[in-house]
């Protein structure tokens, strides 16, 4: 009787099958990493070869030009005319003569207090004036008659004088009652009301003459050998930033304050009067010196608290433009430019906008117009700042 019974599995043909398939997976191996290998081969290649964008960048010269020198401060002015209109004596305002505001002539009436009682006192010493005149002028014909002594002469004529002493007295009490304006000018605003009593002192307006105005500043004492009567200054407000206005020196302090500092005041016209008394003023005091600096546009230099730097773009081999970082010393700043002591020369080309975006060595592209130039740029030599100041 036949039966089918299952021969055991050789060991060596089992170990080869394994190999067997061993083998397979590790062909797959070799060939996916020879596929990945070429792909990334010919990547790269595909990258080397692509070329580089050029980063676009606005480019300045440095020029080089005569720039005048300036000592700089800081001042107030105040108009060659200008008080406080105050009440001498105390009274009552019986009448208010101006408004706010108002334009006054020298001498004008502004203010009347109440003078009731002078007036009266200066009829009674009229009075008495006149008595003694005629007093006098009968001793004096006695006296020529010899009918009387010259020491009732003297007597009537000491007498006449006192009457005329107390009667210009009381005029200047009433004069004093009737507060006027002391120059032309135009009045400020009211401080005082009809019916109001003011004490001797007390402000009723101020009253301002601003045709000519005086800029009062201090500079440091080591400024004093540079200054002289007569030296052009330019005014500069906050209020007016758009304009600059022209002065002469006309006074110097001859004695340096504690603080090191000497006190100088500059006169100007103000035909306009554009300018109140009392603003805020920065000041420009030409030198005498001037000299031929490099400048660039401020916003071609980056301020770091390492140090000022400027990317400057030179021509290669293939007239690529290629920047390079370049440390520098920077001076005194105005009209959007700015002064370069040392790190630059002339005619060079700096970056003035795009630096957030390079490095050394980096390939640039030239746009034709900056847009953070400062449109309408006055020529530099209209003015400069002294950098130490």
Same mark, same amino acid.
Do not use: C, W
């Given at each position: 009787?036949?039966?089918?019974?299952?021969?055991?599995?050789?060991?060596?043909?089992?170990?080869?099958?394994?190999?067997?398939?061993?083998?397979?997976?590790?062909?797959?191996?070799?060939?996916?990493?020879?596929?990945?290998?070429?792909?990334?081969?010919?990547?790269?290649?595909?990258? #080397?070869?692509?070329?580089?964008?050029?980063?676009?960048? #606005?480019?300045?010269?440095?020029?080089?030009?005569?720039?005048?020198?300036?000592?700089?401060?800081?001042?107030?002015?105040?108009?060659?005319?200008?008080?406080?209109?105050?009440?001498?004596?105390?009274?009552? =305002?019986?009448?208010?003569?101006?408004?706010?505001?108002?334009?006054?002539?020298?001498?004008?009436?502004?203010?009347?207090?109440?003078?009731?009682?002078?007036? =009266?006192?200066?009829?009674?010493?009229?009075?008495?004036?006149?008595?003694?005149?005629?007093?006098?002028?009968?001793?004096?014909?006695?006296?020529?008659?010899?009918?009387?002594?010259?020491? @009732?002469?003297?007597?009537?004529?000491?007498?006449?004088?006192?009457?005329?002493?107390?009667?210009?007295?009381?005029?200047?009490?009433?004069?004093?009652?009737?507060?006027?304006?002391?120059?032309?000018?135009?009045?400020?605003?009211?401080?005082?009301?009809?019916?109001?009593?003011?004490? #001797?002192?007390?402000?009723?307006?101020?009253?301002?003459?601003?045709?000519?105005?005086?800029?009062?500043?201090?500079?440091?004492?080591?400024?004093?050998?540079?200054?002289?009567?007569?030296?052009?200054?330019?005014?500069?407000?906050?209020?007016?930033?758009?304009?600059?206005?022209?002065?002469?020196?006309?006074?110097?302090?001859?004695?340096?304050?504690?603080?090191?500092?000497?006190?100088?005041?500059?006169?100007?016209?103000?035909?306009?009067?554009?300018?109140?008394?009392?603003?805020?003023?920065?000041?420009?005091?030409?030198?005498?010196?001037?000299?031929?600096?490099?400048?660039?546009?401020?916003?071609?230099?980056?301020?770091?608290?390492?140090?000022?730097?400027?990317?400057?773009?030179?021509?290669?081999?293939?007239?690529?433009?290629?920047?390079?970082?370049?440390?520098?010393?920077?001076?005194?700043?105005?009209?959007?430019?700015?002064?370069?002591?040392?790190?630059?020369?002339?005619?060079?080309?700096?970056?003035?906008?795009? @630096?957030?975006?390079?490095?050394?060595?980096?390939?640039?592209?030239?746009?034709?117009?900056?847009?953070?130039?400062?449109?309408?740029?006055?020529?530099?030599?209209?003015?400069?700042?002294?950098?130490?100041?």
């Amino acid at each position: 009787m036949n039966r089918n019974v299952s021969q055991p599995e050789n060991p060596f043909a089992r170990h080869k099958k394994k190999l067997k398939g061993l083998a397979v997976i590790a062909a797959g191996v070799i060939i996916a990493a020879v596929v990945y290998t070429a792909v990334s081969v010919e990547d790269t290649t595909l990258t #080397a070869t692509a070329p580089t964008p050029k980063t676009k960048v #606005a480019l300045a010269t440095v020029e080089r030009s005569n720039v005048p020198r300036f000592i700089s401060g800081i001042g107030e002015l105040e108009a060659a005319r200008q008080v406080q209109v105050a009440a001498e004596v105390g009274g009552r =305002a019986t009448k208010i003569l101006f408004e706010s505001g108002q334009s006054v002539a020298a001498g004008q009436l502004l203010v009347q207090l109440n003078d009731a009682p002078e007036q =009266a006192e200066r009829i009674r010493l009229q009075a008495q004036l006149r008595n003694a005149q005629s007093v006098h002028t009968r001793t004096r014909k006695l006296v020529a008659a010899n009918a009387a002594t010259q020491e @009732q002469l003297d007597t009537a004529l000491a007498a006449r004088d006192m009457a005329l002493g107390e009667l210009g007295q009381t005029q200047a009490k009433i004069a004093q009652k009737a507060i006027r304006a002391p120059f032309a000018g135009v009045i400020g605003i009211r401080r005082v009301h009809e019916g109001q009593y003011l004490n #001797a002192g007390d402000p009723i307006a101020s009253l301002v003459d601003a045709r000519t105005l005086h800029a009062n500043f201090s500079l440091d004492e080591q400024s004093s050998p540079a200054l002289h009567i007569g030296q052009s200054v330019q005014v500069l407000v906050d209020a007016l930033a758009h304009r600059s206005f022209k002065a002469k020196v006309s006074a110097i302090d001859p004695l340096i304050g504690q603080s090191r500092t000497v006190q100088v005041q500059a006169t100007m016209a103000n035909p306009d009067s554009l300018l109140k008394a009392g603003m805020y003023a920065s000041i420009q005091v030409a030198r005498r010196d001037t000299q031929a600096v490099l400048t660039v546009p401020e916003t071609a230099v980056t301020y770091t608290a390492y140090g000022d730097t400027v990317f400057v773009a030179h021509p290669d081999d293939q007239q690529t433009l290629i920047v390079k970082r370049v440390a520098v010393t920077v001076g005194a700043r105005q009209e959007g430019r700015v002064e370069i002591e040392h790190g630059l020369h002339e005619n060079e080309q700096v970056v003035t906008s795009g @630096q957030l975006k390079l490095s050394d060595g980096m390939a640039v592209e030239a746009v034709k117009e900056d847009t953070l130039a400062l449109p309408g740029r006055t020529p530099l030599s209209s003015a400069m700042m002294d950098k130490s100041r």
